[in-house]
Structures are given as structure tokens and as C-alpha cells.
């Protein structure tokens, strides 16, 4: 049976795939390591690593709302939510951006948002990780 590696993210740790096993410098045994160093030196390539897995992101709307207009973008998420038909409670995306509780980054409300105003993933998820360091309402001035 042919060897076959893969890299893992983010570690310096490789899983054999002929059996599952993951396998660093000391782990589980040298001779594992000293292998799969052989395998490379044999001019073999590890398949590349998965990206990394990124759980979902779950912010509050207030501070998702205050993303959005530090960012000037009220009017086009407002724009985008009546884009869907009716503007009372009626329309999903308008109850919850008035009153709802919370919205995740992989949520219709955040597909919304890209879709309607051309934001792209890199900026949604930039606005979502802003909005969840938010800890507290900003003053009034």
C-alpha cells in the first residue's frame, strides 16, 4: 500500500492517510516522523491542508446595526430589506432589523446584506467581526 500524506492547518502536524493518523516530530512515535521526512525526501508532495474550520459568527443586532452605520451603510441595508416587499414586521429582514435579537455571519440576513448591496464575503466578514468586539452601546453624543 503507497504512502499518502496531509498537511493539517495551522500546525506542524501531517495525517497518514492510509490510516487516519496524525503524526508530528515526537508524536505518536519518532519513527513516524522519521517516515513520513523519508516520503518527502523521496520527492513526494503531502496533499495541501484544509482551510481552516471558521464557526459561525452570532452578534447581537445592536451591534451589528452599529457596524453599519459607523460604516454609512443604514441606508443601503434599509434600502435592501424593502427590496423584499413589505416594510412591517410582515417582511422577515425588516422585523429583524428593527427588533430582532441576534443574526449570524452565515445567515439569510448577512446574504442579504452581500447580495443586495454588493458587499463582498471579505467585508462581511470584516463587519461581523467588528460588530462582536463591540461589548457595550457607544454614547449617545
Known sequence: ???????????DLVTRLTDGMIIGVDFPTKADWDEYQDWLAAGNTPEPADPPYTPDLVVEMWQLRCVVARDDLE?????????????????????LWNGGVSTNRQG???YLMGSKI????EQLDDIFQRASMLKELPPVM
Not at 1 to 11: F, I, V
Not at 77 to 87: C, L, N, R, S, Y
Open 1 to 11: 500500500m503507497a504512502l499518502n500524506y496531509k498537511l493539517r492547518a495551522n500546525t
Open 75 to 95: 441606508g443601503k441595508v434599509i434600502t435592501a430589506i424593502e427590496t423584499q416587499g413589505m416594510t412591517d414586521d410582515s417582511n422577515p429582514y425588516f422585523a
Open 108 to 110: 439569510q440576513f448577512a
Open 118 to 121: 454588493g458587499l463582498t464575503s
